[in-house]
């Protein structure tokens, strides 16, 4: 138990680590899914005579694309959540069988 506690307290601040980072790399992709369909509307369209079937994102004809892309991004998953709790919960029974096994010799202590 000694030695397996301290690496899980080492892994558990490495986990959340991983789990910001790709917690953040989730956003920034839905943000740039936004901002390429925002950018078409707002810049592109001026470039193309107004016309939207010469656009990407934003052509009728490619709706499924458009779809695809936020779906895309609605369905990415942060797999480091569950392990970041499953380590979590590893040190706590550690830490509760560590008190468990104190408080069992301190009562054959007094006995």
Request: glycine fraction near 0%; charged fraction near 25%.
């Amino acid at each position: 138990m000694k030695k397996v506690e301290p690496y899980l307290k080492y892994l558990k601040n490495e986990l959340a680590q991983f789990l910001t980072t790709k917690q953040l790399t989730i956003n920034n992709y839905k943000n740039l899914a936004r901002m390429w369909n925002i950018y078409e509307e707002v810049n592109l369209t001026a470039y193309v005579d107004m016309n939207a079937k010469n656009l990407v994102l934003n052509n009728p004809e490619n709706k499924d694309l458009k779809e695809e892309l936020v779906r895309t991004s609605d369905l990415m998953k942060n797999p480091f959540v569950d392990v970041f709790h499953w380590c979590k919960g590893q040190i706590l029974d550690l830490s509760a069988i560590s008190m468990a096994i104190k408080q069992r010799n301190s009562v054959q202590k007094q006995e």
